[in-house]
């Protein structure tokens, strides 16, 4: 909210007040136990992020408005990802969506967008050499994660060897997805704790779904449903490149997010049969109101739609600010009644 008459010390000591108070929301949100709404969350960063619109000195990169993620947990081994894993900026409304388009335009030629529900999950890496699962990690802080390798394994939908009857895996692939639990699976699991009385019930499957994944024994994450659903492509170095004398015809390159999603699918990796190529801002927003209103059609929960300018020549040249890709957007949902009241319960992970 706009505070004209503050004065510059007032700035301040509000700067770290909610600077704090989101690095601590951040740290709960990430082990799946919240203790304030998405909403009143990014009301929070809202405030901040006017703060520092009035007052840019008060901007460091330690700011939560300069941040991905929060720092790891103690409880898992460090990995350092091969390529950042970034966040999403948002947009509550269709002037800001317009506007991030705008900006997108006038620096590149934008011909084709992918449109995409945003699963309400948690982001995890995935690193595939010669075609194995190597290496499994959460987002951490974006430069890096927690090692959960052995949980991931225990999720059916992610191949464990990539399908090679299509073509030939690659040397190295890394991708990047959301893991969730589908609703009826979360309904099913609070039953069965509230039976057991094993611990408090999940606030939503998202809690859930981080609780279960961060578990230390993966023999508990195997008894959650989990499921993983990939939107993304990190580091990559096809097939042959020339060792083993492996014939370099064999190479593919990804020439867009739409091209990779279909080779990435070919490989058995989980993909979603909803996302749509459009080619104008029109339809962009035709599919994010379709999905307001049919927001509960899939078997997982959303907050939002995701837009990424599709040809990846595109994307390269657009980059990346401190925190999130500049050719892609997080169109966000307004909050849903039944989850901000369900937020007000304790939580157990
Ligand atoms: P974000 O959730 O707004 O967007 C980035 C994430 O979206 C990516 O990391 C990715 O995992 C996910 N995503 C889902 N579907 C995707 C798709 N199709 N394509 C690409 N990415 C997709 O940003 P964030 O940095 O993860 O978290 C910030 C948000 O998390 C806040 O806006 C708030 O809603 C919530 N949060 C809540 C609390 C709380 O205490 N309630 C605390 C911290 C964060």
């Known amino acids: 909210p706009e505070n004209t008459s503050e004065t510059p010390d007032e700035a301040r000591t509000r700067h770290e007040e909610l600077s704090r108070d989101l690095d601590d929301h951040s740290y709960r949100y990430y082990l799946g136990n919240p203790i304030v709404s998405d909403a009143e969350y ?13 007052y840019p000195q008060l ?12 720092p790891i947990s103690v409880d898992f ?53 010669k075609g194995r699962l190597v290496r499994a990690a959460t987002r951490g802080d974006g430069r890096v994660g927690e090692d959960i390798t052995l949980n991931i394994r ?4 992610v191949p464990e060897r990539l399908d090679e009857s299509v073509r030939p895996a690659p040397e190295l692939l890394e991708v990047r997805g959301e893991v969730f639990l589908p609703v009826e699976a979360f309904e099913a699991l609070n039953r069965r704790i509230t039976e057991t ?7 939503n499957p998202r809690n859930a779904a981080a609780g279960s ?9 195997a008894t959650r449903p989990l499921s993983m659903i990939v939107h993304g492509v990190g580091a990559y170095v096809p097939a042959g490149g020339g060792e083993n004398g492996r014939p370099g015809s064999e190479d593919v390159a990804f020439t867009s997010q739409s091209q990779a ?3 990435l699918g070919e490989w058995g990796l989980p993909l979603s049969d909803r996302y749509r190529v459009v080619s104008s801002m029109d339809e962009v927003r035709a599919y994010v109101s379709h999905y307001q209103e049919h927001r509960h059609e899939p078997d997982y929960e959303i907050d939002g739609i995701v837009i990424k300018v599709d040809a990846f020549s595109l994307q390269r040249r657009l980059g990346s600010t401190s925190r999130a890709p500049r050719w892609a957007i997080a169109y966000k949902y307004p909050p849903e009644e039944v989850t901000t009241r369900l937020v007000d319960i304790k939580v157990g992970v």
């Open 213 to 221: 994944l961060r578990q230390k024994d993966p023999r508990v994450t």
């Open 261 to 263: 999603y279909a080779l």
């Open 77 to 129: 081994a460090a990995v350092e990802h091969l390529v950042r894993m970034e966040s999403l900026g948002n947009a509550f409304d269709f002037d800001e969506l317009n506007a991030w388009a705008d900006r997108a335009s006038a620096e590149v030629p934008v011909d084709a967008y992918l449109c995409e529900l945003k699963i309400d999950g948690l982001a995890v890496d995935l690193v595939y050499e």
């Open 42 to 54: 990014d009301a929070l960063m809202g405030e901040l992020r006017a703060i520092e619109e009035r």
């Open 197 to 203: 009385g094993e611990h408090t019930p999940f606030a």
């Open 154 to 157: 225990t999720i059916d939908v």
């Open 59 to 70: 901007i460091s990169q330690d700011s939560p408005t300069q941040k991905v993620g929060a």
